[in-house]
């Protein structure tokens, strides 16, 4: 096996015997001088064919343990789910994973307003998302919040729904779009669609769709309004093209967003730009 790129030191891109591009986790393995010749093939971990270039910055910057974990999170639910997944779900789900880490050990909470409709609509996912808790606390001596397991069910629906029937994922891709040309020529920005940055909103923006769809928008209690409140004063520019966005989705498809919808919209935009700015 020939290691030709490096990732990082324990990532690298790589050729098999057939030519064909992989990239390959193992312990130093990217560290020597590129490119050179892989003999001991026991020195690699685990393989991942047809990886879209766009997610070498999330190889590169999470740590190898939690890709490789969310990796075995993400196989496990293929397995006991009976539908077939998004093959995102292994990169969306470290991502996540590794920002959940970094809140923990920083010590910041975030309150999950929908931990009660997702324990009693998605039973399933939920009970593995419990599961993933135990793989994360006993793989990587982090013991996640509770809370925390409603997140990683919300990613296990976000894989489901992104695999759905032809009409609603057409539909769904029609939508993201709309909102992402509304969302530049509000905020005046070019949107990298193959950045991961860009993925991660586009699954926020798929997941409101299919909820929109099923007629079961977010509505969380009163606690929502004060954040809200908050986050509206501070991002101003954000929150007048939420605005817009939710108008356009009321006037076109009858899809008014709540306010917690309109939330998790400001923040996930925010993300973006802020993203966006630190690339530049």
Not at 87 to 107: E, K, S, V
Not at 221 to 243: G, H, K, L, W
Request: aromatic fraction near 10%; charged fraction near 25%.
């Amino acid at each position: 096996m020939q290691i030709f790129k490096k990732i990082n030191n324990n990532v690298a891109l790589a050729r098999d015997a057939k030519g064909r591009e992989l990239v390959v986790f193992g312990k130093g393995i990217g560290f020597p001088a590129m490119p050179y010749e892989l003999t001991d093939l026991s020195a690699v971990q685990r393989t991942f064919y047809d990886v879209n270039e766009k997610y070498f910055a999330l190889l590169r910057d999470i740590p190898g343990e939690v890709f490789l974990l969310a990796d075995d999170i993400a196989a496990d639910a293929q397995d006991e789910l009976d539908c077939s997944l998004s093959p995102n779900l292994t990169y969306a789900l470290a991502d996540h994973l590794n920002f959940a880490i970094q809140r923990c050990r920083d010590g910041i909470a975030l309150q999950t307003p929908l931990a009660y409709d997702i324990r009693h609509l998605y039973p399933h996912e939920y009970s593995l998302a419990k599961q993933a808790l135990h793989q994360i606390r006993d793989t990587l001596h982090v013991d996640l919040p509770a809370e925390e397991a409603v997140s990683i069910a919300m990613h296990f629906i976000t894989a489901e729904a992104e695999v759905g029937d032809m009409h609603s994922t057409i539909l769904t891709a029609k939508v993201v779009s709309e909102i992402s040309a509304l969302m530049e020529k509000t905020l005046s920005v070019k949107l990298d669609k193959d950045s991961f940055s860009f993925s991660r909103f586009a699954m926020h923006l798929r997941y409101l769709v299919q909820r929109m769809m099923r007629g079961k928008p977010l509505n969380g209690d009163n606690s929502v309004d004060s954040m809200f409140r908050t986050v509206s004063r501070e991002y101003p520019e954000i929150y007048a093209c939420v605005q817009q966005i939710n108008e356009f989705l009321t006037a076109t498809y009858g899809w008014p967003c709540s306010k917690e919808e309109q939330l998790y919209l400001i923040m996930h935009i925010h993300r973006v730009c802020c993203e966006r700015t630190e690339e530049e």
